[in-house]
């Protein structure tokens, strides 16, 4: 390979773009958009680049320390369920304009959330909601048929255990706090948190030490 | 729905879906695209306490009235960047010339193929 | 809606079906529930909706319902139930709905 040229920036020796080229019609809209934002002095490039990295940091291992320290701690949990704002607070989460509440399942209820008029979730704990949360089916189904929708995760619940859905209608967001899989008594906090998926603090799924 | 149904009894804004009948829950996921972090990213700022232009009713509200038609053709992010434009032009902040005169800039500018035309959302005058 | 409402207080959701943003879901609308928590005061949606922000301020109350009476043909549990976040203006007392 010569490097003697200097002067050429013909296309063959244009460095190749990668995400730009994948760009759809939305996406073009959004670097618009976001380009006349920065122009017009309503955004700057540093609160977005600072926005983005919430992005990265912000995922459902915060929720699960949290659960895995409720389940240790009875102090904590009492305070997790009494002012969860508070409670979360020391974890960084920092809810923003709405306000955490927590359910509790137990051996007679299982908590199940959804938003069925659009997708709220209780993002500073749990990242980004999946697809399926935010799907036609979820929505309009898990609030007239939960065992069914429960069933389909492959969730049972028994005909003597009472199902409470939660539809996230306004300005809570909801944190189901699973039950402590039986036998993992005196486990690390890290250890636990590892039982705690996103699904089980959604409400689809129960918390499992496995085989 | 019509807007003359608007008000009366058994009216049902097309995203207020529960209870409806549907097939099963298709579990699927995707990791967020950058343009799609850059979308909800840019609903985070403009709705924060310094600018308190786009609030999550504001988003809702843009989603709820931008038609039905966009409502279920457009993706999850496509719908909120069609939020974003349509309050941004009828608050005036931009208008819509502005925004497809720069998507050509940054398309010849990036030396990328047209992408392929999706809905636009419905706006009222500012 | 004017007074406070108590918590085990029922209550039926109004059978409303105005324009504009509301977070009343169509499916609960006419229904009667049992409140079981008030929530405080929060920024009305339906005027923030319109204009960007609102200084007007409305309780928010969590509502229980029976499934059994939300859904004619529930296949559920008996004791199964629904909470909904439901905000006051939408929400009346059942001995006031019955004078």
């Not at chain 1, 359910?103 to 997708?119: A, G, M």
């Not at chain 1, 402590?180 to 030490?209: N, Y």
């Not at chain 2, 709820?64 to 009828?90: N, P, Q, S």
Request: with cysteine; charged share 25%; proline share 6%.
């Amino acid at each position: 390979m010569s490097h003697s040229h200097t002067d050429e920036h013909d296309h063959a020796t244009t460095f190749v773009p990668d995400e730009e080229l994948s760009l759809g019609f939305y996406g073009l809209a959004e670097a618009a958009v976001r380009e006349l934002l920065v122009e017009k002095g309503v955004i700057e490039p540093a609160e977005l680049r600072t926005a983005l990295e919430w992005y990265d940091r912000t995922t459902p291992a915060t929720g699960a320390q949290i659960v895995a320290r409720a389940w240790q701690d009875a102090t904590f949990k009492a305070a997790l369920l009494d002012d969860p704002g508070q409670a979360v607070a020391q974890y960084g989460v920092n809810m923003g304009h709405v306000q955490l509440y927590v359910v509790e399942n137990t051996p007679t209820l299982h908590n199940v959330i959804v938003c069925t008029l659009c997708s709220c979730y209780p993002r500073a704990l749990l990242g980004m909601p999946p697809d399926w949360y935010k799907s036609r089916a979820y929505r309009a189904r898990v609030v007239s048929e939960p065992r069914t929708v429960l069933g389909e995760f492959g969730t049972e619940i028994g005909a003597d255990i009472e199902v409470r859905v939660h539809d996230s209608t306004a300005d809570l967001r909801y944190l189901v706090l699973p039950e402590q899989p039986a036998g993992t008594e005196g486990w690390s906090t890290d250890a636990l948190a590892g039982l705690v998926t996103r699904d089980t603090m959604i409400g689809v799924a129960r918390a499992s030490a496995g085989v | 729905m019509s807007d003359a149904a608007k008000g009366v009894p058994g009216h049902r804004g097309y995203h207020d879906i529960g209870g409806l009948a549907e097939g099963p829950v298709a579990q699927t996921e995707h990791v967020l695209e950058p343009w799609e972090k850059r979308v909800d990213a840019l609903r985070v700022l403009l709705g924060d306490n310094k600018r308190q232009i786009l609030r999550a009713d504001g988003l809702r509200h843009a989603i709820e009235t931008m038609g039905e038609d966009l409502y279920l053709e457009l993706t999850y992010y496509e719908r909120w960047m069609a939020a974003i434009i349509k309050v941004l032009v009828e608050r005036g902040l931009m208008n819509e010339t502005e925004i497809r005169d720069r998507m050509s800039a940054i398309q010849a500018r990036l030396d990328i193929p047209p992408a392929r035309t999706r809905p636009w959302p419905r706006i009222e005058s500012p | 809606m004017s007074r406070a409402l108590q918590v085990g207080e029922a209550v039926t959701v109004d059978a409303r079906y105005p324009d504009g943003h509301i977070r009343t879901p169509y499916y609960i609308r006419g229904k009667t529930g049992v409140v079981c928590a008030a929530m405080g005061e929060f920024p009305d949606p339906e005027v923030a909706a319109a204009n960007g922000r609102t200084d007007a301020m409305r309780a928010l109350y969590r509502v229980r319902f029976l499934q059994r009476d939300t859904w004619a043909d529930y296949a559920g549990s008996d004791h199964d139930t629904i909470d909904i976040e439901i905000y006051a203006h939408w929400l009346t007392p059942i001995e006031e709905a019955a004078q």
